[in-house]
Every structure is written in structure tokens, then in C-alpha cells.
């Protein structure tokens, strides 16, 4: 009896399920808190489905997520936004963040493995790295990865989700505020702060940890602080467009 000879055909790719949301998710992220989606932008489903070439249902359970996120509204007219920052919340989100700061790395002193240790000092590499650049960008997503992956080392996964999103909004914050002057001394006494930290988190010194961890979560809070001072305080410059109009000849 003769036997029909077997293709190897290779079945065609299958779509990973929820790979379209997350792809969604991660990129309209990205692109709110480095501004480049500013506060109020719209977010039309329709527009984005286009733009990634996906359907409306990916869009809509990304930005779900989004929202959860705090970094996405929905308006009573059913518009979706990008979250407005709440200056007037401002005090109880330092509050929450250096109560973060303090209960993440408290808490890895105490549960860290030597792979949270190695994860830990790697984007403590990347941040000194983009320090040296003088790289603001990069300073600000490389210290919010390196506090995450300290929360991280801490086991606690809703420590790390709250303290994700604390970051990711003080990563707006400084983005609206901070041009990395050459001569601010902050992101290299950063450096040294992170370092005593990481040394406080491998020798399992929970209390040095959670003092370090609160100073160094009172110098950035006084930091964006004199942001926002510095920039209510500057002075109004006056040009031709703040002129009153010249009539017109009848």
C-alpha cells in the first residue's frame, strides 16, 4: 500500500493572544509619560486601531489598562484623554512616593536574591551611564527602572504596581521641568545615594536601607518642588504678540 509523502509545511503564524494590546499599551505608555503625548491629548480608538493596523478591541483594552494606570481618563462626553497632572494633588503624591520609596527598599533588604542584586546593579550602570551623558531622558527612565527593580526585590507585586505608577507620574513631572543643566549637582549625589542604597540592600540592613531610601525620596521631592517654583517665579517676557493690535484704517 503506498503512503502519500508528508510536507513539512510550516503552519502559518498565529497572532499571540494579547500581543496587539500589549504592543498598543506599551507604546502610547512610552510616548505619555516621556510628553510626547502631553497631558489632554486626545486618544481616538479609531485613529490609533489605523495607526498600529489593528482593530478597535486591542485600542480599547490598552487604554483600559492605561486608565487603571492612572495615566489614561475618560470624560463625561465619553472622550478619552490623557490624564491632566493634578498640581493640587501634588502634597498627597509626595506623600504616597516617599512612602514607597521607604517600604520598597526596606523591604528588598530583607528578600533580595542574587539575581535581584545583579538586576538591582545593572540599571544602576545604565543611570550612572546616562548621568555621564548628561542624558535627561535617560537619567529619568533609568532611575524610575532602578527603583522598580529594587520594588521588585522587595516580592511584593502591588508594592511594585503602586510604586510603578507613582514613578511613571513623577516621570511627567520631571520631564516638564528638567533639562539636565550641566551644572546640577543632583544626578551625580543620585549616583552616590543609589550606590549606599544598593550597599545597604546587599548587606540586608533594612533600617540603614529605609533612612537612606527616605532621604534620598526627600531630596527628589524637594527637587521637583523648586522645579515648579523656579518655574512659577520666572519672569513673563513681553514680545510683539502680547501688543495690542494696530487698527485698522478705515
Known amino acids: 500500500m503506498s503512503t502519500r509523502p508528508t510536507t513539512n509545511k510550516p503552519a502559518a503564524a498565529r497572532p499571540i493572544r494579547g500581543s496587539g494590546v500589549q504592543t498598543v499599551y506599551e507604546q502610547l505608555r512610552q510616548s505619555i509619560v516621556s510628553l510626547e503625548l502631553p497631558p489632554g491629548s486626545a486618544l481616538d480608538e479609531v485613529r490609533l486601531s489605523q495607526q498600529f493596523g489593528l482593530s478597535r478591541t486591542p485600542v480599547r483594552e490598552a487604554l483600559v489598562r492605561l486608565m487603571g494606570d492612572g495615566l489614561v481618563t475618560l470624560l463625561s462626553n ?9 498640581f493640587g494633588k501634588l502634597p498627597i503624591y509626595f ?19 542574587p539575581d535581584d542584586l545583579a538586576a538591582i546593579r545593572h540599571h544602576q550602570a545604565a543611570y550612572t551611564e546616562a548621568v555621564a ?39 511627567r513631572l520631571l520631564r516638564l521641568y528638567y533639562y539636565a543643566p550641566l551644572d546640577d549637582h543632583l544626578p551625580r549625589k543620585y549616583v552616590d545615594e543609589h550606590d549606599a542604597m544598593i550597599e545597604a540592600i546587599a548587606k540586608g540592613d533594612a533600617e540603614l536601607a529605609d533612612q537612606l531610601a527616605a532621604a534620598h525620596a526627600a531630596q527628589i521631592v524637594r527637587q521637583i518642588q523648586s522645579y515648579i517654583a523656579r518655574d512659577v517665579t520666572a519672569p513673563m517676557r513681553l514680545d510683539d504678540a502680547t501688543k495690542a493690535p494696530a487698527r485698522r484704517s478705515r
Open 78 to 86: 465619553r472622550t478619552t484623554i490623557v490624564a491632566p497632572i493634578d
Open 133 to 171: 551623558r548628561s542624558d535627561a531622558l535617560g537619567m529619568i527612565g533609568t532611575n524610575r527602572d532602578f527603583h522598580v527593580a529594587i520594588a521588585d526585590a522587595g516580592g511584593n507585586s502591588y508594592f511594585t504596581s503602586l510604586f510603578s505608577r507613582l514613578l511613571d507620574e513623577g516621570r
Open 95 to 113: 506623600e504616597a512616593l516617599t512612602l514607597m520609596y521607604r517600604v520598597t527598599t526596606r523591604a528588598a533588604a530583607t528578600r533580595r536574591s
